[in-house]
């Protein structure tokens, strides 16, 4: 089967730093995608690693290891807006059966 | 103004009524998608299309229909509504190698 597994819940304080990590079992690897979602909106696209190594963007980073199977979306100089859940999704197939598998989410609360 | 909008935001419906759903994009991708999202239980994959021409049965299809009428245009019909079909919907539409989906606003469904 094709399984995603991410932390359900996670806290952290204002200013500092979380990982969040994303594990997939996956018929094939083509890439993965962050989302942010807050309560209630539509996700919202984060980052996109195909390829092993970090990729930077502002306060987010997103890194890749094929070989394990693992991602992590790191979130620094924590805001209170970065409340929400983050999801992991792997796109494990090339050609017409492109879909996303999709983790479940990991809500993420931000404390003062 | 939103590059993918989705018509109504809110619905309440009754046990047995036939709804639909519509999804309208000006971003010109060739994919849409429908989602369905319940808590617990993540992103559930309805219907997609990868063009005009093209419908594919997502994992849970069974008592949903669709229509594709035009690139940027995509229905979601519940034929007879059920409560369990009570949920948060989404479209979102993707194109190119990477494939990113880009999500609309959400429809909150009510089935009474």
């Known amino acids: 089967g094709q399984n995603i597994d991410q932390p359900t819940e996670m806290t952290a304080t204002e200013g500092a730093i979380v990982q969040i990590n994303c594990t997939y079992q996956?018929?094939?690897?083509?890439?993965l995608f962050w989302y942010q979602q807050h309560a209630g909106e539509a996700p919202t696209f984060l980052s996109y690693?195909?390829l092993d190594g970090l990729e930077e963007k502002g306060r987010f980073s997103s890194f890749l290891s094929r070989s394990k199977g693992y991602s992590y979306l790191l979130l620094k100089e924590l805001q209170m807006k970065d409340s929400a859940s983050y999801l992991c999704?792997?796109?494990?197939?090339?050609?017409?059966?492109?879909?996303?598998?999709w983790g479940l989410g990991t809500s993420l609360a931000v404390n003062p | 103004d939103a590059d993918v909008t989705q018509t109504p935001r809110n619905r309440i419906t009754k046990t047995g009524k036939r709804i639909m759903l519509e999804c309208s994009q000006t971003k010109g991708h060739d994919r849409m998608y429908w989602y369905r999202q319940d808590p617990g239980l993540g992103l559930r994959l309805i219907y997609y299309s990868f063009d005009v021409k093209d419908i594919n049965k997502g994992e849970i299809s069974d008592g949903y229909s669709v229509s594709r009428q035009a690139q940027a245009k995509f229905s979601l019909s519940l034929e007879s509504a059920i409560p369990n079909q009570t949920a948060l919907y989404f479209c979102a539409t993707a194109s190119g190698v990477r494939e990113t989906q880009y999500f609309g606003p959400g429809t909150r469904l009510l089935v009474l």
């Open positions: 999704a792997v796109k494990p197939n090339a050609g017409n059966n492109r879909k996303l598998i």
């Open positions: 690693n195909v």
């Open positions: 996956t018929s094939g690897f083509n890439g």
